[in-house]
C-alpha cells in the first residue's frame, strides 16, 4: 500500500500565476478529499469526491479555485490566478466510501508559498 | 462556536510522563471518534477511532470517549521523545470535523 500520493512537495509561486497540485488515493478508496491546513484555521475541507462525482464543494474559497477528478486513481486542485493568501499545507485524503467504518488517510501534502 | 474545541498548546512534558490531550464538541450527531498525530512536515496519521463511549486501548495509547458530556481524551503512557508531534481530534457524522491540533514536545 503506497498510500496517498502528492505532488509536488513544495511549490513556490509568484502571485497571478496558475497552480495545480495533483494527488493520487489509494487504490480501492472512492472517496477523495481536498483539505488546507494553516496555523490561524487548522485544516479545512475545500472539496470531496465520491465516485469522481464532486459532492460538496461549499469549502471552495472562491472561483479561482477548481478542483477535479477524471478517474478514480487522479484528482487535481488547481488555483487561478493564485495569491499570497492561498500559501498554506494542501492535503488530499481518501478513504472507500460505502464504509460506515473508516477513518481518512492523508497524504503528505503540498506546501504552496505565493510570493 | 466551532464544532469542535482543543487546546492548542504547546505541551511539554518530560520523557516518561503521562499525557493527557483532550477536545470537546457541540453535535451530539457525532458517531466516530478519531486521534491523528501529525509529525512536522508529514500529513496527519491515523492513531486511533472508536466508535462508542468508553475506553480504547492500544499499546501506549487510551483514548476515552465520553458522550454524554461531549468530550475525548487521548492518553499516552510512558511518553517518548519519538511522540513530539501535533495531535488533532476528529469527529465525523456525514463529514469529518477536525480540532486546530495540540502541539506536545517530550523533552528526553
Known amino acids: 500500500d503506497a498510500g496517498v500520493i502528492q505532488s509536488p512537495r513544495h511549490e513556490v509561486t509568484e502571485m497571478g500565476q496558475e497552480v495545480t497540485l495533483r494527488c493520487k488515493p489509494i487504490s480501492g478508496h472512492n472517496s477523495l478529499f481536498w483539505y488546507r491546513q494553516t496555523m490561524m484555521r487548522g485544516l479545512e475541507l475545500l472539496i470531496y469526491f465520491n465516485n469522481n462525482v464532486p459532492i460538496d464543494d461549499s469549502g471552495m474559497p472562491e472561483d479561482r479555485f477548481s478542483a477535479k477528478m477524471p478517474n478514480a486513481s487522479f484528482s487535481t486542485l488547481k488555483i487561478q490566478p493564485s495569491e499570497p493568501r492561498d500559501s498554506a499545507v494542501y492535503f488530499c485524503a481518501s478513504r472507500p466510501w460505502d464504509s460506515n467504518n473508516s477513518p481518512l488517510h492523508f497524504g503528505n501534502g503540498t506546501r504552496l508559498t505565493v510570493t | ?108
Do not use: H
Open chain 2, 1 to 108: 462556536q466551532k464544532e469542535v474545541e482543543q487546546d492548542p498548546g504547546p505541551l511539554s512534558v518530560p520523557e516518561g510522563a503521562i499525557v493527557s490531550l483532550n477536545c470537546t464538541y457541540s453535535n451530539s450527531a457525532f458517531q466516530y471518534f478519531m486521534w491523528y498525530r501529525q509529525y512536522s512536515r508529514k500529513g496527519p496519521e491515523l492513531l486511533m477511532y472508536t466508535y462508542s463511549s468508553g475506553n480504547k486501548e492500544d499499546g501506549r495509547f487510551t483514548a476515552q470517549v465520553d458522550k454524554s458530556s461531549k468530550y475525548i481524551s487521548l492518553f499516552i503512557r510512558d511518553s517518548q521523545p519519538s511522540d513530539s508531534a501535533t495531535y488533532l481530534c476528529a469527529m465525523e457524522v456525514n463529514q469529518f470535523y477536525f480540532g486546530t491540533g495540540t502541539s506536545l514536545t517530550v523533552i528526553p
